[in-house]
C-alpha cells in the first residue's frame, strides 16, 4: 500500500500545489509548521541511513567536488544568461542571480532519497557547499552584477546544524540500534516524508498566491528554464564525468535544487522586493518540479555502473 502511495508523488505535490493556490487559506495558517514538517523530513531520512553510508562518501570525495563546482558555476550563469535571453529588468536579472548563487537548498536531500539517490552524498554536498557559499554567493554576485552584498553566516550554519544535521545524526544512532525493525517499515517512512514534503509545498504555494498572480508569465518562464538547465546540466555532466546513475541523480537535485529562501532574504535585505519575486516563484516551483522527477526516476531501474557499461537511461 505504502508503495502504490509513493509511486503517485509528482500527483500529490501537483494536486494539493493546485489546491492550495486557488484556497490558500486552507495552508496559510501552517506556515509556522514548515521547520518542523522539516526535521520529520530529515530524521525519516536519517533513519534510513548508516555511518558506514557517510564513511564511503569521505572516502570518494570526487562527487562532493563536482556537485559543488558545478553548483556554483552553472546556476549562476544560467541565472544570468536566461534574464539576457527573456529581456528581464535589472531588478529581476538580481533576483535571478541571487538564487543561482545560493547553496543547494535542503529539498535536494529530500528529492534525492525519494528519486533513490545518495543521500549521505546529497547532505554532505548541501553543507559543504553551504559553507563555500559564505564566500561564493557575494563574490558570484560582485563578478555578476557589480552588487555587493553580506551573506548571514552564522545563521545559515545555524539553520542546516538544526534541520537538517542534529536530525539526521538523531536518526542514523536510531538506525544502528534497531536496525533490523527499521527495514521493516522503510516504506512507511517514505511515505511520511512525502506527506510532509508535499505540505511544504502546499505551504509555499499559500503564501505566495498573492504574488504568483503579479509575477506575469515571463518570471515564470524564466525560473522553470532556469531550474530545468540545473536540473538537466547536473545529471548530463555527471554522467559525461562517468558517475553511476544513483550519483548523477544526486548531483542533479543539488544543482537544480537551491536555498531559494535564502536568495528572497537577502533580495530583500539588499536590494528591492521585485528581486525577492524570482526566488518566491523558484521556492515554489523547484519543489514541484523535483516531486515530479523524483516520482518519475524512482520508476526507473537504478544502475551502479558508469555510462559505457550501463543499459540504463537512468
Do not use: C
Request: glycine share 8%; charged share 10%; net charge positive.
Amino acid at each position: 500500500m505504502f508503495e502504490r502511495i509513493n509511486r503517485l508523488f509528482p500527483v500529490w505535490a501537483i494536486l494539493l500545489a493546485v489546491i492550495a493556490a486557488l484556497v490558500p487559506e486552507l495552508f496559510t495558517g501552517l506556515a509556522g509548521y514548515i521547520k518542523t514538517l522539516l526535521v520529520i523530513i530529515m530524521f525519516a531520512m536519517g533513519l534510513t541511513l548508516t555511518k558506514g553510508d557517510f564513511a564511503r562518501v569521505v572516502k570518494s570525495p570526487k562527487p562532493i567536488a563536482v556537485g559543488v563546482v558545478l553548483q556554483f558555476l552553472v546556476m549562476p550563469l544560467a541565472a544570468l544568461l536566461v534574464s539576457r535571453v527573456l529581456g528581464l529588468s535589472p531588478e529581476l536579472t538580481i533576483g535571478m542571480v541571487l538564487v543561482g548563487a545560493t547553496a543547494g537548498g535542503t529539498s535536494s536531500n529530500v528529492m534525492t532519497w525519494l528519486a533513490g539517490g545518495h543521500v549521505a552524498l546529497s547532505v554532505s554536498m548541501t553543507m559543504v557547499s553551504t559553507l563555500i557559499s559564505v564566500v561564493a554567493t557575494p563574490l558570484i554576485t560582485l563578478l555578476l552584477l557589480g552588487q555587493s552584498i553580506d551573506v548571514p553566516v552564522l545563521g545559515m550554519l545555524l539553520s542546516i546544524a538544526q534541520l537538517v544535521v542534529a536530525p539526521i545524526v538523531l536518526g542514523v544512532v536510531i538506525h544502528h540500534l534497531l536496525g533490523t525493525h527499521i527495514q521493516r517499515v522503510e516504506p512507511a517512512l517514505a511515505t511520511l516524508a512525502m506527506a510532509a514534503i508535499v505540505l511544504i509545498v502546499a505551504i509555499v504555494v499559500a503564501l505566495n498566491a498573492g504574488r504568483l498572480s503579479t509575477l506575469g508569465p515571463i518570471v515564470a518562464l524564466a525560473v522553470i528554464a532556469h531550474n530545468g538547465i540545473g536540473l538537466a546540466a547536473g545529471y548530463g555532466l555527471a554522467r559525461a564525468l562517468r558517475f553511476d546513475t544513483r550519483t548523477a541523480r544526486t548531483i542533479a537535485f543539488e544543482v537544480g535544487l537551491q536555498n531559494s529562501g535564502l536568495a528572497v532574504t537577502l533580495a530583500n535585505q539588499f536590494f528591492t522586493a521585485t528581486s525577492a519575486l524570482p526566488g518566491a516563484l523558484f521556492s515554489v516551483w523547484h519543489n514541484v518540479s523535483g516531486s515530479m522527477l523524483a516520482g518519475y526516476w524512482k520508476r526507473r531501474h537504478v544502475s551502479n555502473a558508469p555510462p559505457a557499461a550501463s543499459t540504463s537511461r537512468g
